[in-house]
C-alpha cells in the first residue's frame, strides 16, 4: 500500500478531485488548507525577507492511501489535472504504508482502506 500526499494550488482543487473521481478502485482522499513557501526564485532575484515577516502561499494538501496497482494512475492524474504550466504548481509525494486499521470495523490492512 501507498500513500500519496500532494501539494496543489488551492485553485485546482476542483479538477483534481473531478478527475480523481474516475479513477475506477480508489477509495476516498483528505483535503487540507495550508501555507507555506518554497526555495524557489527566479534566477537572478534575491530573497528580501524581513527578519519578523515571511510571506506564505496558500495549498492544498492531498492526502490518499491506495493498492499498489492504483499508485500510477493515481499520481498522473493528479499531476495531469494539477498543472498550469507556471511555477509552484506543486508536489506529489508517495511512501509506503505499513499498516491501516479501520476504526469501526477492526478490519487491517488493505480490507481496512
Do not use: W
Not at 492524474?77 to 504550466?85: L, S, V, Y
Amino acid at each position: 500500500m501507498k500513500k500519496v500526499t500532494a501539494y496543489i494550488k488551492s485553485h485546482r482543487l476542483s479538477d483534481v478531485t473531478l478527475a480523481l473521481h474516475q479513477v475506477e478502485g480508489m477509495s476516498g482522499m483528505s483535503v487540507s488548507d495550508g501555507r507555506g513557501f518554497g526555495r524557489g526564485k527566479a534566477k537572478g532575484e534575491k530573497h528580501s525577507l524581513k527578519e519578523d515577516v515571511v510571506d506564505y502561499i496558500p495549498h492544498v494538501r492531498i492526502e490518499i492511501v491506495c493498492s499498489d496497482p492504483l499508485l500510477e494512475e493515481i499520481v498522473s492524474t493528479i499531476e495531469k489535472n494539477a498543472h498550469t504550466g507556471l511555477r509552484g504548481d506543486g508536489k506529489v509525494y508517495v511512501s509506503d504504508v505499513e499498516s491501516i486499521v479501520r476504526i469501526s470495523t477492526g478490519n487491517r490492512g488493505e480490507g481496512a482502506v
